[in-house]
């Protein structure tokens, strides 16, 4: 039997079109440029890498007259490698053209501190190079009225870099301390130092007694009694118990010193260093002192 055709019959709808599959395309993501804020010359990103130049290296400058007028503004460049190369230049001024550098000297220390707070370690190792260089320079110059208060700076700059945790920057403030004690007088350079061996900070603290200490080795008696000997073994009263071993070695040096130049023209030598002991301190800081000391 024949099928009749259903008029009601859905109509019948064409086939949907297939959904096309999306493409994905890569596109590459541009690297930023790091512009000079001088030059505005883009440069690369990448780290750079310093050169620290001995002092030995460091050779005069051609126009020195001409470089000394731009020298301030150059080291407060934005650009951080010219203000490395600045500080080399003041180093060069400082070994071949000092009479160039020291009507400017306050400015120069100032901003040689200042620099050394800066977290990038080559611009901070390449200025405490350069406080080293000015140092060996200028000597006793520092400690004058105009560049006292500078100096301070740089010293407990140098003194906090000497006590942090990146070892080539901590050796070279050490050399540096080691070099500033070398060549100035060991007593106005002990009444700086005297503040700072009961800093809160005991490594700053430390590395300040071992300084003290090289000075008062290089003091005879006479210089002691004028920083005051009571003063001078209480100093060391303090430090013989303290939590680091340098700044406990650095007591016993001072106490050694103090006990020679005391003692150097007595026959009862110990019996004159237990009565002085007895008479500058309090019974068991005396102790303590007399047993660090060996005869």
């Given at each position: 039997?024949?099928l009749r055709?259903?008029?009601?019959a859905?109509?019948?709808?064409?086939?949907?079109?297939?959904?096309?599959?999306?493409?994905?395309?890569?596109?590459?993501k541009?690297?930023?440029?790091?512009?000079?804020?001088?030059?505005?010359?883009?440069?690369?990103?990448?780290?750079?890498?310093?050169?620290?130049?001995?002092?030995?290296?460091?050779?005069?400058?051609?126009?020195?007259?001409?470089?000394?007028q731009?020298?301030?503004?150059?080291?407060?460049?934005k650009?951080?490698?010219?203000?490395?190369?600045?500080?080399?230049?003041?180093?060069?001024?400082?070994?071949?053209?000092?009479?160039?550098?020291?009507p400017?000297?306050?400015?120069?220390?100032?901003v040689?501190?200042?620099?050394m707070?800066?977290?990038?370690?080559?611009?901070?190792?390449?200025?405490i190079?350069a406080?080293?260089?000015?140092?060996n320079?200028?000597?006793?110059?520092l400690?004058?009225?105009?560049?006292?208060?500078?100096?301070?700076?740089?010293?407990?700059?140098?003194?906090?870099?000497?006590?942090?945790?990146?070892?080539?920057?901590c050796?070279?403030a050490?050399?540096?301390?080691?070099?500033?004690?070398?060549?100035?007088?060991p007593?106005?350079?002990?009444q700086k130092l005297?503040?700072?061996?009961?800093?809160?900070?005991?490594?700053?603290?430390a590395?300040?007694?071992?300084?003290?200490?090289?000075c008062?080795?290089?003091?005879?008696?006479?210089?002691?009694?004028?920083?005051?000997?009571?003063?001078?073994?209480?100093?060391?009263?303090?430090l013989v118990?303290?939590?680091l071993?340098?700044?406990r070695?650095a007591?016993?040096?001072i106490?050694?010193?103090?006990?020679d130049?005391?003692?150097k023209?007595?026959?009862?030598?110990m019996?004159?260093w237990?009565?002085?002991?007895?008479?500058?301190?309090?019974?068991?800081?005396?102790?303590?002192?007399?047993?660090?000391?060996?005869?």
């Amino acid at each position: 039997m024949a099928l009749r055709p259903i008029d009601n019959a859905l109509p019948t709808t064409p086939n949907r079109p297939k959904k096309q599959p999306k493409i994905a395309i890569a596109t590459q993501k541009q690297q930023p440029l790091t512009v000079n804020d001088e030059t505005h010359v883009p440069v690369p990103s990448a780290d750079v890498t310093i050169d620290y130049i001995s002092s030995d290296n460091l050779k005069p400058m051609l126009d020195p007259e001409a470089k000394i007028q731009s020298l301030i503004e150059d080291l407060d460049s934005k650009n951080w490698i010219k203000v490395c190369e600045s500080l080399n230049d003041v180093r060069r001024f400082a070994l071949h053209h000092s009479s160039l550098l020291f009507p400017i000297l306050e400015k120069i220390v100032l901003v040689v501190a200042k620099t050394m707070k800066n977290p990038r370690s080559a611009l901070c190792k390449t200025s405490i190079m350069a406080a080293s260089d000015i140092f060996n320079a200028f000597g006793d110059k520092l400690l004058d009225p105009s560049t006292s208060e500078a100096f301070d700076g740089l010293l407990i700059q140098l003194l906090l870099k000497a006590s942090q945790d990146k070892k080539f920057v901590c050796e070279e403030a050490e050399k540096a301390l080691g070099l500033m004690v070398g060549t100035l007088t060991p007593l106005p350079l002990l009444q700086k130092l005297r503040g700072y061996v009961s800093h809160s900070n005991l490594r700053v603290r430390a590395k300040a007694a071992v300084s003290l200490s090289k000075c008062v080795s290089k003091m005879g008696l006479e210089e002691m009694e004028e920083f005051g000997l009571k003063e001078l073994i209480e100093v060391a009263a303090d430090l013989v118990n303290d939590r680091l071993p340098d700044a406990r070695d650095a007591a016993r040096s001072i106490s050694t010193c103090m006990y020679d130049a005391l003692t150097k023209d007595e026959e009862q030598k110990m019996e004159v260093w237990q009565n002085f002991c007895h008479s500058k301190l309090p019974p068991i800081h005396a102790i303590s002192i007399l047993k660090i000391v060996k005869p």
